[in-house]
């Protein structure tokens, strides 16, 4: 059996979080302004909120009855008592220290813009499906994850190098919003019947079915379209369409949606989407890197 600690980090979906760090630095190079204890620490922190995003969704998840036996999917610790949800929120206050840490270092280096992120995505990590009243459950988790581990974390992961956001920043970072996205809209489709049945309307049960994998679609596809836009009309360095090559990495997630509903199937689609956007995020990088 795999350690709960690591089951419950959802390791698939750190990619998640390294993806616009990765661009932001691929940027701040070819703009000469790379720093590497900025990348390191900005590194650091993405990943630690992350991780605490899930554990903490894991633990509420199990509170509020939404991951029953009948779910399809990776194993979830507290609810099948691998952990207990003290043991959890434990974990969850540990990984926000990790990211505190690194967010003093940043906030040293880069002003207290730093402070507002942070406490930002802190406070977007906790009320996913925390709280009293959790946008996970109301269908604003897809809009969420788009500002906040898409064009916050992209655009942030920039400003550290040099306390500048330069217009290329905020144009790569809606690719990456988008294939975060459509990680969550994978997550979500697979859930639509358990979910339903526990009370948690996400998007995806709010929609249906049917629009949930047209929705999916046009993020995979959307992302590559701005992609290509972006490099077209010189908005970005033309090298950044390099990332137009992992192209057909989308291609058969799209198709795998589009026609099953078998979770096996589904759960690949999603450590796909989670691969897609980190292999994106790569050529983004380089692409900004040569300019």
């Known amino acids: 059996m795999a350690n709960p600690w690591i089951l419950a980090a959802r390791p698939p979906t750190l990619w998640a979080a390294v993806a616009p760090v990765l661009v932001a630095a691929g940027v701040a190079i070819g703009d000469n302004a790379f720093r590497s204890d900025a990348f390191t620490a900005a590194l650091a922190g993405a990943v630690a909120i992350q991780v605490a ?4 969704n894991d633990a509420s998840d199990a509170a509020r009855g939404a991951d029953t036996d ?16 003290r043991e959890m929120w434990t974990g969850v206050v540990m990984s926000f220290a990790v990211a505190a840490a690194a967010g003093v270092y940043l906030t040293v280096i880069a002003g ?13 990590a906790l009320t996913y499906v925390g709280g009293p009243i959790p946008y996970g459950y109301r269908g604003l988790g897809e809009l969420f994850v788009f500002v906040f581990f ?16 330069p217009a290329e ?25 358990t ?15 049917r629009p949930t994998v047209a929705l999916y679609g046009t993020l995979i596809y959307g992302a590559f379209l701005a992609v290509a836009t972006l490099a077209a009309i010189g908005a970005t360095s033309r090298w950044t369409a390099l990332a137009l090559v992992a192209l057909p990495l989308g291609v058969p ?13 589904l759960i690949t689609v999603l450590k796909g989407t989670a691969r897609l956007q980190v292999v994106v995020g790569v050529l983004l990088a380089v692409g900004a890197a040569i300019s």
């Open 53 to 56: 995003a899930n554990f903490a």
């Open 70 to 85: 009948d779910r399809i999917g990776p194993q979830r610790a507290v609810a099948s008592g691998l952990l207990t949800s």
């Open 112 to 124: 207290w813009v730093v402070i507002a992120i942070g406490v930002a995505s802190v406070a977007a």
């Open 150 to 165: 898409g064009l916050v974390a992209t655009v942030g992961s920039r400003y550290v190098h040099d306390q500048t956001a």
């Open 169 to 193: 920043i905020w144009f790569l970072s809606v690719p990456m919003g988008l294939l975060v996205t459509a990680i969550l809209v994978a997550n979500n489709v697979r859930d639509i019947e």
């Open 195 to 209: 979910d339903a049945g526990a009370g948690k309307r996400t998007l995806a049960v709010i929609m249906g079915r």
């Open 253 to 265: 997630l799209v198709r795998t949606v589009r026609s099953t509903t078998a979770g096996p199937a």
